[in-house]
């Protein structure tokens, strides 16, 4: 074989791969770049705080049929570990990555979480992964004639774990969410690199304490959709909520705690028909969009 035989073969193996691994590697990477220019799942996505903007697909997760849990694929180049937040402009939401499926090594590809909340940390913004709460019962006490039931809700915060977030999320700190004050009962910055889970449960609201700086948890950017109405309720209430900044949508619950007595595109008059606590979710649905939902908290009747 002449010099520049060998030359344009050793150019052909270096584009493709001198191993099995690494040509399966490389066709995989081609093929997720021509899906970012054919594919339906495709999104233009923006790293956080840098608002780089990346190619990606970004599908359902088949496993967790959730709408807000996803599963994001990417290039390695866009630098991203479990912990970070990414903009998805075509439908103006945050999203965290969860966790990185380590046996794709073609291209980087995760679960991901949709980030509706936002915390202050000293001067900071972090955009944070909330569930809950998700308890069904409620625990009642009687002495004296007289009857109460204890505090008993439990929330979930998924944050980036840094030196700031590790310093403030520590043990009996408190923080507010929409009005409510929570308790830090246990942080775990060990099952998912980068990522801090937060146990949060149910706390007293204290005026006094309240005068201090508890830092609040607040809905993300009310510039983007999102649903309008209240989000902590009691039983029997009849309550109107309306979509802002979206349009011909239509609106369902995720639970049986509650009714929808009327509805039109732009808002809804919703009945709470569960005598109990708990918490259900309002949801708006757009053809081709992700739906928008406002997470409903049932308060005790008494």
Request: proline fraction near 3%; hydrophobic fraction near 40%.
């Amino acid at each position: 074989m002449s010099i520049d035989g060998l030359t344009n073969l050793k150019t052909r193996v270096n584009y493709i791969g001198e191993t099995s691994v690494s040509r399966l590697n490389q066709g995989k990477l081609w093929s997720l770049r021509s899906a970012f220019k054919n594919s339906y799942q495709y999104a233009k996505i923006e790293k956080l705080p840098t608002n780089k903007s990346f190619d990606s697909l970004i599908n359902p997760d088949k496993l967790k049929p959730d709408y807000d849990n996803k599963i994001v694929s990417v290039e390695f180049a866009a630098d991203f570990e479990a912990g970070d937040v990414f903009f998805w402009p075509a439908n103006n939401t945050h999203w965290m990555i969860y966790l990185q499926e380590l046996t794709e090594t073609a291209y980087f590809r995760a679960y991901i979480r949709r980030c509706r909340y936002s915390v202050k940390v000293n001067d900071t913004d972090y955009y944070v992964y909330l569930r809950g709460p998700e308890e069904t019962d409620q625990r009642w006490n009687q002495k004296a004639g007289v009857t109460w039931n204890d505090m008993n809700h439990s929330l979930v915060m998924y944050i980036k774990n840094n030196e700031e977030t590790r310093e403030f999320f520590k043990r009996f700190n408190k923080i507010k969410i929409n009005g409510q004050n929570w308790e830090i009962a246990a942080t775990d910055v060990l099952s998912v690199g980068g990522i801090i889970e937060v146990n949060l449960v149910e706390d007293f609201n204290n005026s006094l304490e309240d005068l201090q700086t508890i830092p609040e948890v607040a809905p993300i950017d009310v510039t983007l959709p999102h649903i309008s109405g209240e989000s902590i309720v009691k039983p029997f209430d009849v309550l109107t909520y309306s979509i802002v900044l979206a349009s011909d949508g239509m609106w369902s619950l995720s639970s049986d705690k509650a009714t929808i007595i009327s509805s039109n595109a732009e808002s809804a008059e919703i009945e709470i028909i569960s005598s109990k606590s708990g918490s259900f979710d309002i949801i708006y649905s757009r053809e081709a969009e992700d739906d928008i939902a406002l997470t409903v908290i049932i308060e005790s009747l008494f």
